[in-house]
């Protein structure tokens, strides 16, 4: 059984930053493509960032240069590093994992900033 679990999330001020993971567990990750989405109060889900099993990056273009996706194989564990945070972050965060035509999720951290 797939399960992805997102940790991490919280209340943090504009500036600020968090560091949120997902401990991804029934899944080989070779191969396979990682991403973290987003979906504010409202709003449809959106992408933020991929990382691809040969570690090549995608970026959606408000968090470029403020957030960084990695992966741990080994551990089974891809996070995001989130810097100079800003209101406009504030959303449920979740991973996705892609095996074929099946897009597996988590249950979402939810990442408020806010003085």
């Known amino acids: 059984q797939v399960q992805l679990v997102e940790s991490g999330g919280g209340l943090v001020q504009p500036g600020g930053s968090l560091r949120i993971s997902c401990a991804i567990s029934?899944?080989?990750?070779?191969?396979?493509?990682m991403g973290w989405y987003r979906q504010a109060p409202g709003n449809q889900r959106e992408l933020v960032a991929v990382?691809?099993?040969?570690?090549?990056?995608f970026y959606e273009d408000s968090v470029k240069g403020r957030f960084t996706i990695s992966r741990d194989d080994a551990k089974g564990t891809l996070s995001l590093q989130m810097n100079n945070l800003k209101p406009e972050d504030t959303a449920v965060y979740y991973c996705?994992?892609?095996?074929?035509?099946?897009?597996?999720w988590g249950k979402g951290t939810l990442v408020t900033v806010s003085s």
């Open positions: 990382i691809t099993s040969s570690l090549n990056t």
């Open positions: 029934g899944i080989t990750f070779s191969g396979k493509a």
């Open positions: 996705n994992v892609k095996w074929g035509p099946t897009d597996f």
